[in-house]
């Protein structure tokens, strides 16, 4: 076995990502913040030399065709606890606005820069008054889709810290590339799995036409949220991982 100084990083943040989800019922708990601490240190210190991956040139995700994905994925890792790859953005690319049901997770840019929009529910039982407007106007059915949640904004790039999210706190986020393309280090607990529970769902953001621009500020606004399916312009291909082998 090799000495743990000889070990890959990767390898490293895999197993501590074991140690920190592999007991559900205490996740919350003193031993269970203090494994995701020690994880969130872990994933500060990863780059992209350390999982063999080189910035990519400039390459416009504004018109992708079948063969060129404006994002791919490398899948690096997966167990009943935890999932774990690599997200590669073209320049002017996004994971539209999506969900994690039940789920943590960690994010941390390897290269480029991110724009990541976060939101948290602030009511899973709450729709729309009848007397809301919005602009255009919402059919019926549509009240009933709808949440109320706020929303954050922030810029990372392999310089940040990871951004970090729980089933209450930055649950649902969408992903931009800013000023070129971009790549970053997905860690999800546990994996998706519609069969339990969790599927991916996407959103649209709604704005009520009431709202003034002094409630616009970013952080500080009640906004809806409108179930859609997944946007026509995104998919993810996939290609091969090609960083050091992880064994769990």
């Given at each position: 076995?090799?000495?743990?100084?000889?070990?890959?990083?990767?390898?490293?943040?895999?197993?501590?990502?074991?140690?920190?989800?592999?007991?559900?019922?205490?996740?919350?708990?003193?031993?269970?913040?203090?494994?995701?601490?020690?994880?969130?240190?872990?994933?500060?210190?990863?780059?992209?030399?350390?999982?063999?991956?080189?910035?990519?040139?400039?390459?416009?995700?504004?018109?992708?065709?079948?063969?060129?994905?404006?994002?791919?994925?490398?899948?690096?890792?997966?167990?009943?606890?935890?999932?774990?790859?690599?997200?590669?953005?073209?320049?002017?690319?996004?994971?539209?606005?999506?969900?994690?049901?039940?789920?943590?997770?960690?994010?941390?840019?390897?290269?480029?820069?991110?724009?990541?929009?976060?939101?948290?529910?602030?009511?899973?039982?709450?729709?729309?008054?009848?007397?809301?407007?919005?602009?255009?106007?919402?059919?019926?059915?549509?009240?009933?889709?709808?949440?109320?949640?706020?929303?954050?904004?922030?810029?990372?790039?392999?310089?940040?810290?990871?951004?970090?999210?729980?089933?209450?706190?930055?649950?649902?986020h969408q992903i931009d590339a800013v000023d070129g393309p971009?790549?970053?280090?997905?860690?999800?607990?546990?994996?998706?799995?519609?069969?339990?529970?969790?599927?991916?769902?996407?959103?649209?953001?709604?704005?009520?036409?009431?709202?003034?621009?002094?409630k616009k500020a970013e952080g500080q606004k009640e906004v809806?949220?409108?179930?859609?399916?997944?946007?026509?312009?995104?998919?993810?291909?996939?290609?091969?991982?090609?960083?050091?082998?992880?064994?769990?």
């Amino acid at each position: 076995m090799l000495r743990d100084n000889m070990t890959s990083i990767v390898q490293k943040i895999a197993r501590q990502a074991l140690v920190t989800f592999r007991t559900p019922s205490s996740f919350g708990d003193k031993a269970f913040l203090g494994n995701q601490c020690k994880l969130q240190s872990l994933m500060t210190e990863i780059r992209a030399a350390d999982l063999k991956i080189a910035p990519r040139k400039v390459d416009s995700a504004s018109t992708p065709l079948p063969h060129n994905p404006p994002v791919t994925y490398m899948h690096i890792c997966e167990t009943d606890e935890f999932s774990m790859g690599v997200f590669l953005l073209k320049s002017g690319a996004s994971i539209p606005l999506h969900d994690h049901p039940g789920m943590y997770g960690m994010l941390k840019v390897l290269y480029g820069k991110v724009r990541i929009t976060c939101f948290d529910r602030l009511d899973k039982s709450t729709s729309v008054a009848s007397d809301t407007q919005f602009n255009p106007p919402l059919l019926p059915f549509q009240r009933g889709a709808l949440r109320s949640i706020l929303g954050s904004v922030g810029e990372f790039t392999e310089e940040s810290g990871p951004c970090i999210l729980t089933p209450d706190r930055n649950n649902l986020h969408q992903i931009d590339a800013v000023d070129g393309p971009t790549a970053f280090l997905d860690i999800l607990a546990p994996p998706y799995d519609p069969d339990d529970g969790r599927d991916c769902h996407y959103y649209n953001v709604l704005q009520s036409a009431s709202d003034s621009e002094d409630k616009k500020a970013e952080g500080q606004k009640e906004v809806w949220l409108m179930e859609v399916s997944q946007p026509s312009e995104f998919w993810c291909g996939g290609e091969p991982y090609p960083g050091p082998e992880v064994k769990i």
